[in-house]
């Protein structure tokens, strides 16, 4: 009897460790029950509770835990005994290594400072708390508000993509090819849409832009080469430029993004973010555009643009790409999915010359073969079957509303401070009074409960004048909480003035 007791106890203290693991209830008593079997927490040949006597120790429906375990049976990981119920099948631990108490271990007088060639994680970085939908302003950046997302039309997506005849297609290892089908989708639907036309050997897959710069860097970029970015610009893209060559040169910007300047004119490659600029959001109109590109022919640069949130567009159609309006040859687009359907997804991909792209499909498969499959047939099926289209129309009503609330908490609440106008985007750059520092005000604000990111990480070097900045998003915070919390930024700064005197 004590020994059932202290069986019931286990799982008891076990299940609120799985409580954001999986979906379903039932999800959860699997995952907790698999991991204490596999883990030796529950020996071979235990008896399990009784459906009743789990569902009493969890809290949880009998007929919930009753399923559950059933799955377990089917699954091998319970045996039904004689007299006895359900026990722990010892078999499932076969070819498991045994769990011993790990052992501490002595120094062995390795010097991996001394070892290390790189000093990557010293780098200035982009920080995101990982719990920011703790806080009840969330004004992050790069986040998603779930009421937005097509859930829905994503998991019949998904369950299409599960399909034996489309498992055919994704599961197979496909090497260094791309997913034909995400190809097609990018090839005859995104591009063309930013008025591009391009062969399916200019196209590559990436995780993301992140992955993009990375590979552009290792195969375009040697010590000494110059490459030019935006200033303030994108830390990621700076950061992997650095890692090839220190003659990385920040170029200044202004009101209509990226300036035709001598300095430009100066650098093999120059990356840019003419359709929201990163992070002012500023959109290059389209002389800016054409002067962009008439000095790189001139001076032989070749650009990369990150077409940058271009779906995210308040005022009608988004400007043309640079790269549908280069007939030089000089643009390597940076595209990406990521940014509209979610973060997490990681689908972008690179649109350039077959000879290129053949030399970063080389690299990437040392890194990763291909992006995975199976998120890139369902993605492809959610743009094919016009979700995606439907999504953008969502999010760009949606933003645009939570851009006016935005805009008008501010001149309520801190005229003092000055918003950089958009023509789209999902975030806003901010500019305070002079002399404010914004990692300051963003400790401040955290202590009520609002997440703000400072600007100063999007400049080349630290200054004052880049300390005056901050950028707000609002993909992630419901539009009915934005003035709340703009509200709470003002008691923030005024707290931090009435210490300061």
């Known amino acids: 009897m004590r020994q059932k007791q202290e069986i019931s106890g286990i799982w008891a203290k ?17 995952e907790m029950m698999v991991h204490a079997i596999l883990m030796g927490l529950v020996p071979a040949g235990a008896k ?45 631990l076969l070819g498991q290594a045994l769990h011993a108490a790990p052992q501490p271990t002595a120094p062995i007088g390795i010097q991996w400072a001394e070892r290390i ?31 937005l997302v097509p859930l829905k039309d994503w998991r019949d997506c998904s369950n299409q993509a599960l399909a034996a005849t489309a498992v055919k297609k994704w599961a197979q290892n496909h090497v260094d090819r791309d997913s034909d089908a995400l190809i097609d989708q990018i090839q005859h639907r995104l591009l063309p849409a930013r008025g591009i036309m391009a062969k399916r050997d200019e ?40 890692l090839r060559t220190d003659n990385v040169r920040a170029l200044p910007i202004d009101a209509d993004g990226l300036i035709p300047s001598r300095a430009m004119g100066q650098c093999a490659y120059v990356f840019v973010t003419p359709s929201h600029q990163c992070p002012t959001t500023v959109t290059m109109p389209l002389q800016r555009r054409q002067d962009i590109l008439e000095l790189a022919k ?66 990437r498969r040392l890194i990763m073969r291909h992006t995975p499959a199976n998120n890139a047939h369902t993605a492809s099926l959610f743009i094919a079957q016009g979700h995606h289209d439907a999504f953008i129309r969502k999010l760009n009503m949606a933003y645009r509303e939570r851009r006016e609330r935005l805009n008008d908490a501010f001149a309520k609440f801190l005229p003092q401070f000055q918003i950089t106008p958009s023509q789209g985007g999902s975030g806003a750059w901010v500019k305070g009074p002079n002399g404010m520092a914004s990692q300051a005000l963003a400790q401040q604000c955290a202590a009520q409960g609002v997440l703000i990111e400072p600007g100063d ?16 998003g609002y993909s992630a915070i419901p539009g009915h909480l934005i003035e709340a919390g703009v509200r709470e930024i003002a008691r923030a700064y005024t707290a931090i003035q009435a210490q300061e005197t």
């Open 298 to 363: 001139k001076r032989d640069v070749v650009l990369f643009e990150d077409d940058h949130e271009s779906e995210l567009n308040f005022s009608g159609r988004p400007l043309p790409a640079l790269k549908s309006l280069d007939t030089n040859g000089r643009v390597i687009y940076l595209g990406s999915l990521s940014k509209t359907l979610a973060h997490g997804l990681r689908i972008g991909y690179i649109v350039a010359p077959a000879e290129l792209i053949r030399e970063l499909r080389a690299l």
């Open 203 to 242: 196209i590559l897959t990436t995780s993301g832009a992140q992955m993009a710069c990375y590979l552009l860097s290792t195969v375009l970029v040697q010590q000494g080469t110059v490459v030019g970015i935006e200033d303030p610009g994108y830390p990621d893209a700076r950061n992997n430029f650095l």
């Open 48 to 92: 399990v509770p009784t459906s009743r006597a789990l569902a009493d120790a969890l809290g949880l429906s009998r007929n919930t835990v009753s399923l559950a375990l059933q799955m377990l049976v089917d699954k091998g990981f319970l045996i039904a005994a004689p007299r006895s119920g359900l026990v722990v099948n010892g078999d499932i």
């Open 14 to 30: 076990l299940f609120p460790q799985f409580s954001g693991s999986s979906a379903t209830l039932q999800g959860r008593i699997k």
């Open 457 to 472: 990480i999007f400049f080349q070097k630290s200054s004052p004048a880049g300390q005056a900045h901050f950028r707000l």
């Open 117 to 147: 060639i790189s000093r990557v994680a010293e780098q200035r970085n982009i920080v995101k708390p990982a719990n920011w939908q703790e806080f009840t302003y969330p004004f992050v950046y790069g986040q998603f508000d779930p009421s």
